[in-house]
């Protein structure tokens, strides 16, 4: 498998490197930090997510500005640039209408973008996102976290992994060390030290809360529940405050969910079968999850939670058209006995800047 590395110019004339691969409906991944298309390409922390998503999907991924093989000096990182730098890559391709990907900050970037753009999503899926930045909803004193930019500025960028294990044994605890090791240097080679206490600046300022009552799109949430570094909380809060939303829990402490976890095949399983489908495995037998294994339902809900929970379900699923957004999941079953879905044909990318991709 192949994937091809473009360019396109945001509105202020920086260049964004985006990458395409797969075929099916196209998936946009919204923007996140820590991302080199090349670098994470063959990793052991990535690839499988980008694999198992290009087989039914056109992948389509971008380095934000400041880092990986998007221009690198930049005058300033924020919200409304990073979300110019998203439209500018979605209108290269001359995409319509498309699903998106939100992973950690990105679920707050996808649901901003769906806001400003109705019309053009068709579904969202969430990974470990978050409405609120820290700063937002107090997550660190200021005093803490300026020490922490200082910190970044300076040692990010040194040969000495020792501050940058900091963040991966946040990002991923249950790793081996051939993981985190992978992630150390993805830090180190994603941007600098200096863009990187600037996005950590940035991100800490997010706030969407206000907008979540207007994702008016069919929407997938997947938290792990022992999340160190984005709050199981925060899952939770997405999914009661976007109408509709189905919440999935996993089971895992990991940021970033890899391919040995127990709960990889679920969440995989779960954005296949979302919103209509089939969650099959690999010979394409139906497969049934345990409830103490997708935990849809957290056991450390309060009861009024529940309760709201419930009532974002609709009672029954119904038919609509493909540009309807009023089809929901009924409540949180753990078994999917449908046949299996066809495959829309691969759709066609209009060709721009390109370069050859690494297998």
Not at 22 to 48: C, I, M, Q, Y
Not at 134 to 155: H, I, N, P, S, V
Not at 178 to 207: F, K, P
């Amino acid at each position: 498998m192949n994937q091809e590395i473009r360019f396109c110019a945001a509105p202020d004339g920086t260049r964004i490197a985006f990458a395409v691969v797969g075929d099916g409906p196209p998936l946009v991944k919204a923007p996140n930090w820590l991302t080199h298309l090349e670098f994470e390409w063959n990793s052991p922390v990535w690839r499988h997510w980008w694999e198992e998503l290009a087989r039914d999907f056109t992948l389509v991924r971008f380095d934000q500005r400041g880092s990986g093989l998007s221009d690198r000096i930049v005058n300033e990182h924020s919200f409304d640039l990073w979300l110019g730098d998203l439209a500018a890559v979605v209108d290269d391709l001359g995409l319509d209408r498309f699903s998106m990907l939100g992973i950690s900050q990105g679920g707050a970037f996808a649901a901003a973008y769906i806001v400003q753009n109705p019309g053009r999503v068709d579904r969202l899926v969430m990974y470990g996102a978050y409405p609120r930045g820290q700063a937002m909803r107090g997550g660190t004193t200021d005093e803490k976290f300026e020490a922490m930019l200082t910190l970044t500025r300076a040692g990010w960028g040194r040969d000495d992994p020792a501050y940058r294990q900091m963040f991966t044994s946040r990002f991923m605890p249950g790793a081996t060390i051939e993981q985190m090791t992978w992630c150390n240097d993805l830090q180190r080679v994603s941007t600098s030290g200096e863009n990187a206490a600037d996005v950590m600046a940035t991100l800490s300022r997010i706030d969407v809360l206000p907008i979540l009552g207007d994702v008016d799109v069919p929407t997938l949430v997947l938290h792990a529940t022992g999340d160190m570094q984005v709050p199981f909380e925060q899952g939770r809060q997405l999914s009661s405050l976007i109408p509709d939303a189905r919440f999935v829990a996993l089971d895992g402490n990991n940021h970033f969910l890899l391919a040995s976890e127990p709960a990889w095949p679920i969440a995989i399983a779960e954005i296949r079968a979302f919103p209509g489908g089939d969650a099959r495995n690999d010979n394409g037998v139906a497969t049934e999850f345990g409830a103490a294994a997708a935990s849809p339902i957290p056991a450390d809900l309060t009861t009024r939670e529940v309760e709201v929970l419930r009532h974002l379900a609709p009672a029954a699923r119904t038919a609509r058209s493909p540009t309807s957004c009023s089809s929901r999941r009924t409540s949180w079953p753990t078994t999917y006995r449908t046949s299996s879905p066809r495959r829309p044909p691969p759709i066609e990318l209009k060709r721009r800047h390109s370069r050859p991709g690494m297998d």
